[in-house]
């Protein structure tokens, strides 16, 4: 039994959601900020944290569909792991895949953009962004 990849291409689109949604509560975040409501904000980090666990499990899923055969892992490896710029698949699902991925991975830059302002904006001389690039590590996702 091969890789199915249908349950790949679902498995990426709730990613892609869940993402999404981090996005919108973390601009909502950004204008709790804005007018000094401690109480909402609080309310959208804990949603916030919820999608993120949503993210997780997608993952965790994810990687467990190549569990049960090393061939469906090399395979699973390749779709997850492989520069979603320079593929294009094979199959429709495949393509699917790459372009869930390409449009996970231009939100992601968003979000991190946002949650960079907003961590700067609430933080001040105390934000984690406040170092230079060069000495901050990149962070995979």
Known sequence: MGLDTVKVMVLLQ??????R??????RDLGEAFTRNDDI?????????AEEMAKVDAC?????????????VLG?????LTADPKNRVGETPEEKKIYDIRRRTQTMLDELKEEDRK???RVTGEKSFYKTSREERRPIKV
């Open 59 to 71: 993952i965790g899923e994810l990687w467990e569909l190549g569990e049960t055969d090393r061939s």
């Open 118 to 120: 907003l961590n700067r």
């Open 14 to 19: 709730r990613k892609y959601n869940a993402i």
């Open 75 to 79: 395979q699973l490896r390749v779709l």
């Open 40 to 48: 909402s904000a609080a309310m959208l980090l804990e949603m916030r």
């Open 21 to 26: 949604e981090i996005g919108r509560l973390t």
